[in-house]
T-cell receptor, first 116, second 109 residues
Framework: GAVVSQHPSWVICKSGTSVKIECRSL??????MFWYRQFPKQSLMLMAT?????????EQGVEKDKFLINHASLTLSTLTVTSAHPEDSSFYIC????????????FGPGTRLTVL | GQNIDQPTEMTATEGAIVQINCTYQ??????LFWYQQHAGEAPTFLSY??LDGLEEKGRFSSFLSRSKGYSYLLLKELQMKDSASYLC??????????WGAGTKLIIKP
């Protein structure tokens, strides 16, 4: 199998606080993990590509100091939304690609973030 | 630039057949994916085409023509649970997925 988990599933926080979201590949090793954001009724928007042991590559328009990504192991990547504001409220989804495979990405179940 | 086009919304009747088209222009091509996404959930993998032709998997089939930059997803014997968004995505030369905006499929009894 190829299972990806995310934690938490949903989170509500106050404006100005930081929130950490974890993405884990449970039964495979993932050299590459991807972080997406999806606003209601819109498609997935790639935020950054995370490679184990190196710095993440951010897409244009995504603030790297606001969305901190750490990919410390082959099974875990974390996204920290720093100083969250209401406009950061969204559905955050991670996906993982298997070691040495270039095709399919396996998606986590997503994290619903609401910033009050 | 890179571009994926698919219809915004389609409506079909339970038990019928529907075809969702996707056209693409990308820098390189390493395969085309179709994903299903129910509201509030993450996408789930449906199909992957890298060679021309039709791939059949149960009630779902996916077709690819690389020369035309075109794919379609065919859903047969539609069920109410098939109501969802269907996302077309192309993997470019850098193995990055380029996503379409998705097609919202509404199934009516």
């Amino acid at each position: 199998g190829a299972v990806v988990s995310q934690h938490p599933s949903w989170v509500i926080c106050k404006s100005g606080t930081s929130v950490k979201i974890e993405c884990r590949s449970l039964d495979f090793q993932a050299t590459t993990m991807f972080w997406y954001r999806q606003f209601p009724k819109q498609s997935l928007m790639l935020m950054a590509t995370s490679n184990e042991g190196s710095k993440a590559t951010y897409e244009q328009g995504v603030e790297k100091d606001k969305f901190l990504i750490n990919h410390a192991s082959l099974t875990l990547s974390t996204l920290t939304v720093t100083s969250a504001h209401p406009e950061d409220s969204s559905f955050y989804i991670c996906s993982a690609r298997k070691l040495a495979e270039h095709n399919e990405q396996f998606f986590g179940p997503g994290t619903r973030l609401t910033v009050l | 630039g890179q571009n994926i086009d698919q219809p915004t919304e389609m409506t079909a009747t339970e038990g019928a057949i529907v075809q969702i088209n996707c056209t693409y222009q990308t820098s390189g091509f390493n395969g085309l994916f179709w994903y299903q996404q129910h509201a509030g959930e993450a996408p789930t993998f449906l199909s992957y085409n890298v060679l021309d032709g039709l791939e059949e998997k149960g009630r779902f089939s996916s077709f690819l023509s690389r020369s035309k930059g075109y794919s379609y997803l065919l859903l047969k014997e539609l069920q109410m649970k098939d109501s969802a968004s269907y996302l077309c995505a192309v993997m470019d030369s850098n193995y990055q997925l380029i996503w379409g905006a998705g097609t919202k499929l509404i199934i009516k009894p």
